[in-house]
C-alpha cells in the first residue's frame, strides 16, 4: 500500500500522522489576512482562506472592505459563485450588461452572485465604511474587471424573500 502521510482506518477515514495537530481546524485572525489578492478599484480584499495559505481546496474567502461614498470598477468572477455577508455599512449592488438593476443589504444580510454576472459594489452610506465577508467556491480569487459605464438611474429590484414576501428593500 502506498505511502501518502496518511493512516487509512478500515471505515475509511484517514487520520494524518499529526493526528490533525497541525493539518486540522486553523484559526486566521482577523489581523494577519493577505492583502496580496486580486483587486479592484475602490475597494480592499484581503484573503483568510485560499489554496496559499491553508490548502483550502475548493473554497476561498477573505473580507472586502469599501470606503464611504466608494464605488467599485465593474467586473465578474468568472466561473465562480460569490456569496457577500455584509458585517457594517449599507451595500448597493448594481449588476446586469449596462449595471441596470440595483439592490440594497445591511449589517446580517448575505448577497449571493452567480458565475459571470457582471457586478458593482457600492457603499450606500457616506460617513460609514463598508465591511463585508465573501466567500468564493474556489480557491482562486478570480476577477476579471469590465470596462462598462454605469447608468444612472439603475431599476430598483426588491428583496423577495420569507421576511419580504411582496418585495421589500
Known amino acids: 500500500m502506498p505511502h501518502d502521510g496518511h493512516h487509512h482506518e478500515p471505515d475509511g477515514s484517514h487520520t494524518p500522522e499529526d493526528g490533525w495537530k497541525h493539518t486540522g481546524v486553523r484559526v486566521i485572525p482577523g489581523d494577519q489576512l493577505d492583502t496580496n489578492t486580486a483587486q479592484t478599484p475602490g475597494m480592499n480584499r484581503a484573503a483568510a482562506i485560499n489554496a496559499a495559505r491553508v490548502g483550502a481546496q475548493k473554497i476561498w474567502a477573505g473580507t472586502v472592505h469599501i470606503h464611504p461614498n ?18 457594517s455599512g449599507r451595500a448597493r449592488m ?6 441596470e438593476f440595483v439592490a440594497e443589504a445591511g449589517p446580517g444580510d448575505f448577497i449571493f ?57
Not at 75 to 87: A, F, K
Not at 94 to 99: A, F, P, Q, T
Not at 116 to 124: C, D, K, L, S, T
Not at 139 to 167: F, Q, R, S, Y
Open 70 to 87: 466608494a464605488k467599485t470598477g465593474a467586473h465578474h468572477h468568472g466561473e465562480l459563485e460569490s456569496v457577500i455577508y455584509i458585517v
Open 94 to 99: 448594481r449588476w446586469g450588461e449596462k449595471l
Open 113 to 169: 452572485v452567480p458565475p459571470f454576472v457582471p457586478h458593482q459594489e457600492i457603499n450606500a452610506s457616506t460617513d460609514e465604511t463598508l465591511r463585508c465577508v465573501l466567500v468564493r467556491s474556489d480557491n482562486e480569487a478570480v476577477v476579471v474587471n469590465l470596462d462598462i459605464e454605469p447608468v444612472e438611474k439603475p431599476e430598483e429590484v426588491l428583496w423577495i424573500d420569507p421576511i419580504h414576501k411582496t418585495g421589500g428593500v
